[in-house]
């Protein structure tokens, strides 16, 4: 049985909500295929966050390049998975089941940041925590304001 987002009505979920979300997932997809299929460009975004240098990765050696690229490519394929799974889950988001909806996708994003978040912070590169936290207020914005919505 599908289910389809209710029109707003007092018990209903929002549709600002609900887009902000689905925006997010979308932007959350288009980071990790950029992550794979744009491995360059990548390179200097993350060499200017964490290094203020964007050609920082170019002065690593081949195999070390080679494994950062490898590196990245799996956690941006992590990433669209895992956008494509919470981009359903918002399209299917209804009165009846925002609750559950809302807290898979919380936990979801609560278990990929608190530990990528505290080994950012523990291993001295800051600016990806900083990242971490733009990324995850993306999420936690509107699902907190479902949350007065949820049965």
């Not at 460009?41 to 990765?57: K, R, S, Y």
Request: hydrophobic residues 50%.
């Amino acid at each position: 049985m599908q289910t389809t987002t209710m029109p707003h009505t007092p018990t209903s979920t929002p549709t600002f909500w609900i887009k902000w979300l689905t925006y997010t997932t979308e932007f959350t997809v288009l980071f990790g295929l950029l992550m794979v299929l744009a491995p360059g460009l990548t390179q200097q975004a993350f060499g200017l966050l964490v290094f203020q240098n964007p050609a920082q990765f170019a002065a690593f050696d081949p195999q070390a390049s080679a494994y950062i690229e490898l590196a990245h490519a799996v956690m941006g394929s992590v990433m669209v998975g895992w956008g494509a799974l919470m981009f359903m889950l918002v399209r299917r988001l209804s009165a009846k089941d925002a609750k559950s909806t809302c807290n898979m996708i919380a936990i979801s994003v609560l278990a990929w940041y608190v530990p990528d978040t505290a080994f950012s912070l523990y291993s001295g590169f800051w600016q990806n925590a900083v990242m971490n936290t733009g990324f995850a207020v993306l999420y936690a914005i509107p699902l907190l304001a479902l949350r007065k919505h949820c049965r």
